[in-house]
């Protein structure tokens, strides 16, 4: 891939339009942006209240793009995003494109920056991956503060009996920094607070950004926030952001982020980049208030969900679809010849580069994976279209071996796709399929998995034997009792958010393809109570991830003129 121009060069080399004159011809003018420079702006408060008014007269075709349990490194889901709706707008249709904004973790970390890639970038890519326009900084304040109010409340008379043991509420840091993960604080002696094991949590996983990114406005996020749960008194009874008069300063830090960002792709396709939760930490989408302002726009959006269907895309249709009201009409599966090779056997994620094996038949043991996802996604009710997203190593026949197994096996729409390496013309065949899907698409047919009826096990353990597989479920560390809470406190009906690892459809990263015969290990559960929904862990998953000892940050550079090398 020498000759192939790295995703900083092509951007560099893309002509962009300011922001204003992109935006024009899609009915948004000077008084409806809040500028950050020539190329980012953000959407006011009045202008989204007009699209979401203006999208009550246009069709409004959701798809969501999905994958398969992919490598470290990602298969290409904000790609096929991005060049998705470019070629959608390619090919004489309107449409818009809504993706999360990156967290500098993964930007540093194994992942490296979540903009897109090749042909198929929103830009600039390089202030999108760094500070954009402050959102995850605001975000991270915004955290924080609520911790710092907290620990005065604490340490300073404690007038609410909260008890030290449960203060429910860590720190944040967008970094991926493990020697945070368990901390003790208010050392020092008197002067220092009051001493306690505390921690840190990555941004993205923090409630604030769930939050941010359920929000239908600014009044809406304000009642979210205070109704946030930070500990427990001496009774057993919650301690919210208002108890501790944090109501006020949290939202206002936050007056700006909740504003939805809107940039251009490579091909000039107007995009929203906007809230940042990962799906394995958190829900995995970005902000119901840009895909709502993105339905006035187009009459296609084109939303991506993190990591595989059984993370993003089960949150999206079980908790994103039914508290924002929306209703998908096609899921794009975008799979890989390197990710099926990687699901012909088990194997610790970090070993991947280890796959030599080319072939078909290398590609033809991973199907298991490809099929369970499929299968999935049609539990839902919604039309499934394969796409093979293309790297430079896969030959015609392994991908071609891919396009057959969806069309003759499993009686799916499949489209090879090449947008990484050309833009909206590696992208007609995908679009054809996926308007097509669209087209026939029943939206009645669409279902959730579980009612809001149902007990907070039956929603666990639907989405455990559904989705990921398991022939159960094990409630082990204080998962009895924390769901004993959550019934008392009156959260029975809401939907359930499940942190598990992103590198299996079970909760063993080890485990490729569609493991069988094990349990899921359920150990414990809170509630995201201004979010809405409750969070279950499981097994060993992180929210304060970490580092490798090769991080991507060691290949980046920054010259004297600002020129920037190793983002990617
Ligand atoms: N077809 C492709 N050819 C080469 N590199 C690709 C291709 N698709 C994606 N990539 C690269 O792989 C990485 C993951 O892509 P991304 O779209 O971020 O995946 P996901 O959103 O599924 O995590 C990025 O560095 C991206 O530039
Ligand atoms: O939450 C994870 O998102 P990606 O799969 O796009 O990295
Ligand atoms: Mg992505």
């Known amino acids: 891939q020498d000759s192939f121009p790295t995703d900083y060069e092509?951007?560099?080399?893309?002509?962009?339009?300011?922001?204003?004159?992109?935006?024009?011809?899609?009915?948004?003018?000077?008084?409806?942006?809040?500028?950050?420079?020539?190329?980012?702006?953000?959407?006011?408060?009045?202008?989204?209240?007009r699209l979401r008014e203006d999208a009550e007269d246009r069709e409004q075709n959701l798809v969501l793009v999905t994958g398969m349990t992919p490598t470290p490194l990602g298969?290409?889901?904000?790609?096929?995003?991005?060049?998705?709706?470019?070629?959608?707008?390619?090919?004489?249709?309107?449409?818009?494109?809504?993706?999360?904004?990156?967290?500098?973790?993964?930007?540093f970390g194994v992942k490296g920056g979540a903009?897109?890639?090749?042909?198929?970038?929103?830009?600039?890519?390089?202030?999108?991956?760094l500070h954009f326009t402050g959102d995850l900084h605001a975000l991270t304040s915004a955290h924080n503060l609520?911790?710092?109010?907290?620990?005065?409340?604490?340490?300073?008379?404690?007038?609410?009996?909260?008890?030290?043991?449960?203060?429910?509420?860590?720190?944040?840091?967008?970094?991926n920094d493990r020697a945070l993960r368990e901390t003790v604080i208010g050392l020092g002696g008197k002067t220092g607070g009051t001493p306690r094991e505390d921690g840190f949590l990555l941004t993205a996983a923090s409630e604030m950004m769930a939050v941010l990114c359920l929000a239908e406005d600014l009044g809406d996020l304000k009642?979210?926030?205070?109704?946030?749960?930070?500990?427990?008194?001496?009774?057993?009874?919650?301690?919210?952001?208002?108890?501790?008069?944090?109501?006020?300063?949290?939202t206002m830090l936050l007056r700006d982020a909740i504003k939805p960002n809107i940039v251009q792709t490579i091909e000039g396709t107007p995009a929203f980049v906007h809230g940042g939760p990962f799906a394995n930490i958190a829900h995995g989408t970005n902000s119901l208030i840009a895909d709502k302002a993105a339905f006035g726009m187009g009459d296609y959006l084109v939303t991506?969900?993190?990591?595989?269907?059984?993370?993003?895309?089960?949150?999206?249709?079980?908790?994103?679809?039914?508290?924002?009201?929306?209703?998908?009409?096609?899921?794009?599966?975008?799979?890989?010849?390197?990710?099926?090779?990687y699901h012909g056997q088990d194997m610790w994620p970090a070993d991947f580069d280890a796959i030599e094996e080319s072939g078909i038949d290398a590609v033809e043991r991973g199907f298991e994976n490809l099929d369970k996802h499929v299968e999935n996604l049609q539990k839902f009710g919604v039309p499934v279209v394969v796409a093979v997203n293309r790297f430079p190593e896969d030959s015609d026949e392994e991908v071609q071996t891919v396009l057959d197994h969806c069309r003759d096996d499993l009686d799916v729409r499949a489209a090879e796709s090449t947008v990484f390496a050309e833009g909206s013309e590696g992208g007609v065949d995908l679009a054809e399929r996926v308007v097509g899907a669209v087209d026939e698409n029943d939206p009645e047919d669409f279902t959730h998995l579980y009612e809001d009826e149902a007990s907070i096990k039956e929603k666990i353990e639907t989405v455990a034997t559904e989705v990921y597989g398991a022939d159960g479920v094990n409630y082990t560390g204080s998962a009895e009792d924390d769901i004993e809470r959550m019934e008392e406190l009156g959260f029975e009906e809401f939907p359930v958010c499940l942190s598990k690892t992103f590198h299996s459809l079970s909760d063993d990263a080890s485990k490729k393809g569609a493991p069988e015969d094990w349990t899921l290990e359920?150990?414990?559960?809170?509630?995201?109570?201004?979010?809405?929904?409750?969070?279950?862990?499981?097994g060993d998953v992180l929210?304060?991830?970490?580092?490798?000892?090769?991080?991507?940050?060691?290949?980046?550079?920054?010259?004297?003129?600002?020129n920037i090398s190793g983002l990617f």
């Open 75 to 107: 298969e290409g889901k904000t790609v096929t995003t991005v060049g998705l709706g470019q070629t959608l707008n390619h090919i004489g249709e309107e449409a818009m494109i809504a993706i999360r904004e990156p967290s500098l973790g993964p930007v």
């Open 304 to 341: 991506e969900a993190g990591f595989g269907s059984d993370l993003g895309a089960e949150k999206f249709m079980n908790i994103v679809c039914r508290l924002g009201d929306m209703t998908p009409n096609a899921v794009v599966l975008v799979s890989s010849v390197r990710a099926l090779k």
């Open 223 to 250: 009642e979210r926030v205070a109704r946030v749960i930070v500990a427990y008194d001496d009774d057993g009874e919650p301690v919210t952001v208002d108890d501790i008069e944090a109501t006020g300063p949290v």
């Open 522 to 538: 359920v150990r414990e559960i809170y509630p995201s109570a201004g979010a809405g929904f409750l969070v279950a862990l499981t």
């Open 10 to 49: 092509i951007a560099q080399s893309t002509e962009m339009e300011p922001i204003w004159d992109l935006l024009e011809p899609w009915d948004l003018g000077n008084d409806d942006l809040q500028y950050y420079g020539e190329y980012k702006a953000k959407v006011e408060h009045h202008a989204v209240e």
């Open 146 to 175: 609520i911790a710092a109010m907290l620990d005065a409340k604490l340490s300073q008379g404690n007038e609410l009996n909260m008890d030290v043991n449960e203060v429910s509420w860590p720190r944040a840091l967008d970094m």
């Open 543 to 562: 929210t304060m991830p970490g580092l490798p000892a090769d991080p991507a940050a060691a290949d980046m550079d920054i010259d004297a003129d600002g």
């Open 115 to 129: 903009a897109g890639g090749g042909y198929s970038q929103v830009l600039p890519m390089e202030d999108i991956n």
